[in-house]
């Protein structure tokens, strides 16, 4: 089978978490107006589609991920005027708009869920999953919620639980009731009828619950759970191929999953293109590589082997069949340059690397902002400075347990979400340029050194090299985004090397993941190998028979020529 040409192969995504993207009133918080501010900028970069972290009412429990009016606009950020407004502006630089779209629940402010709460009869009732105690009067079952504690909340009114697998404040939607998922359609349709160019959905593989909720075995893993438990329930595909036929299937628009708890044996039955259900998924392979049994604050070492493996193995379970997304960081993860690269010494060469990796391996690149500037993770000093919820929860959960909290601390500066929150560096203003007042999380104290405007003034930036090699994979849309990848010396792990080729065009990519000079043996002599792009300015040096002398952090790409 021949490989389908799409546009949504052939597009770069650039992530927006509008919350601390760009101020335009003062306020401290990120608008649609800073975005609108930005939309040069971020043509001038090169990026085809931006995906906005949820922008609809919600009160911020968790920044947007718990959504009260599916309809409006949050009024932090601004208003529907405001909206029609960036859509334009985004269309008429030919881009396209991504809207995040989060279903598995809602937010306890919603309308529905005030309604549902109030009695057992009133007909937003199961519009969630409410369940009496269990006989010896504990809860329904023993889920735990991700932001920590139980999945069930008690509710004195009508003397029963409702089910949230997040915070107390998003109850998750009861999908198999026909109604909820009707609401669910219209609110895809209201916005694709408007003009945005598709969805990013919010895990969407937790939607089809494993009924009549039984009790998981408590020594298993986080994941485990996630894949077994959690997401892949019984309804899952008909669910989606369902809300396919009802919505998304009758336009011309991109659809991307989180994948959390897809694998690669289970992924083409999200992403098959026979399927009709979802474009491509982020999948977790490679996220959740330093989690450890304790979860994400129980961090432990991982290898470079474990990284390509993430990578390797969805290219081989999907073939030309399905599609993914290729990301290293989003508002969830750690900055990719302070988890994957060298923060320090090869901030710049490391960044330039990792830019590399994402836009030349196979799937859809997804960008997240700052990353193109460098943005590093941040090291606040205490837990007051620290706004998300799942840090405040966890932090809360280890303090009671008299954990070491400077241990915990720590941990958070190396998983936390707010790594990837604090303000976008714009400048060497106060608060990095991003707000005139009070910003609602700090920004990163190396703004002065780290910011766009001193990379858009630097010809060698990271900036620069993110444009230059955004322009890159246009020129070489046939191998880069439909060739075959097959990874040379996969065991090596100093150098992650592969191979991108298609109908006799063949390029090499081969990145120093170390601080060292590394000799590397590519399955080539040099002479039949040409130099096309790598984040080194100047000369190639070290190329002998069939040995790359490469130097610290570098990224070499070749086309093979012989
Ligand atoms: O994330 C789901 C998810 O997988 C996260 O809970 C993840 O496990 C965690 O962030 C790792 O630290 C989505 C959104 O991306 C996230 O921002 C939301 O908080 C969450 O859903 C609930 O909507
Ligand atoms: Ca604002």
Redo the contacts with the bound molecule.
């Keep these: 089978m021949a490989i389908t040409k799409k546009w949504w192969k052939e597009a770069v995504i650039y992530q927006i978490y509008p919350r601390s993207f760009n101020d335009s009133n003062g306020d401290g918080i990120g608008d649609l107006r800073g975005i609108i501010e930005k939309l040069d900028y971020l043509k001038d970069l090169g990026v085809d589609v931006l995906w906005l972290?949820p922008i609809y009412q919600s009160p911020n429990d968790?920044?947007g991920?718990?959504i009260s009016d599916y309809y409006n606009i949050m009024t932090d950020f601004g208003n529907m005027d405001d909206f029609n407004e960036m859509l334009e502006g985004i269309h008429q630089r030919g881009m396209k708009l991504l809207m995040d779209l989060?279903v598995?629940?809602s937010s306890d402010e919603h309308q529905w869920f005030t309604e549902s709460r109030k009695s057992k009869d009133n007909p937003y009732r199961d519009y969630y999953y409410w369940r009496p105690a269990k006989a010896d009067g504990s809860k329904p079952n023993n889920w735990k919620s991700?932001?920590g504690g139980d999945a069930w909340e008690y509710d004195e009114k009508t003397d029963e639980y409702y089910l949230h697998?997040?915070t107390k404040k998003?109850p998750d939607l009861n999908w198999e009731n026909p109604k909820v998922r009707q609401e669910v359609y219209k609110i895809i349709r209201y916005w694709l009828d408007k003009g945005v160019d598709g969805f990013r959905m919010?895990?969407i593989p937790f939607i089809s619950k494993r009924l009549p909720f039984e009790d998981v075995n408590a020594s298993r893993t986080?994941n485990d759970v996630?894949i077994n438990t959690y997401a892949n329930g019984p309804r899952l595909h008909e669910f989606l191929q369902e809300m396919v036929c009802e919505s998304v299937g009758n336009y011309d628009v991109m659809t991307v999953g989180?994948g959390?708890g897809v694998t690669p044996e289970n992924g083409l039955l999200y992403v098959g293109e026979d399927r009709n259900e979802l474009n491509m998924v982020f999948h977790?392979e490679h996220m959740l590589i330093d989690h450890g049994k304790g979860g994400?604050f129980d961090i432990v070492d991982f290898e470079l082997t474990d990284l390509k493996q993430g990578f390797t193995v969805w290219d081989e379970a999907l073939g030309e069949k399905g599609w993914v997304n290729v990301y290293l960081d989003?508002?969830?993860?750690p900055r990719m340059v302070s988890r994957f690269g060298n923060d320090g010494k090869y901030h710049r060469e490391s960044a330039k690397l990792l830019a590399t990796l994402i836009l030349t391996l196979r799937g859809t690149p997804c960008i997240y902002q700052g990353s193109e500037i460098g943005m590093t993770n941040v090291a606040f000093p205490s837990i007051e400075d620290y706004r998300d919820?799942?840090t405040l929860n966890f932090y809360e959960e280890a303090k009671e347990r008299g954990e070491d909290m400077n241990a915990f601390l720590k941990a958070v500066h190396i998983?936390g979400?707010d790594n990837v929150r604090t303000p976008v560096q714009w400048s060497d203003e106060p608060h990095a340029g991003f707000t005139t007042g009070t910003p609602w999380i700090k920004a990163n104290p190396n703004y002065p050194k780290i910011n766009a405007k001193a990379v858009l003034a630097d010809e060698n930036s990271i900036w620069h090299y993110y444009q230059e090699m955004l322009q890159f994979r246009k020129k070489h849309i046939d191998v880069l985004v439909y060739g075959d990848y097959e990874v040379i010396d996969e065991p090596n792990q100093k150098v992650y090397a592969y191979r991108r080729s298609i109908e006799g065009k063949t390029m090499v990519v081969v990145l120093n993941f170390t601080s060292k000079h590394v000799a590397f043996e590519v399955p080539y002599k040099v002479e039949t190998l040409r130099f096309l792009k790598g984040n080194y300015k100047g000369k190639i040096e070290g190329e002998e028979g069939s040995i790359l002398d490469l130097r610290p952090w570098e990224a070499r790409i070749y086309l093979v020529v012989s």
């Design positions: 972290s968790d920044n991920y718990d989060v598995n629940h991700f932001f697998l997040f998003q919010d895990v986080f996630a989180e959390i977790f994400k989003n508002h969830d993860f919820v799942e998983q979400r």
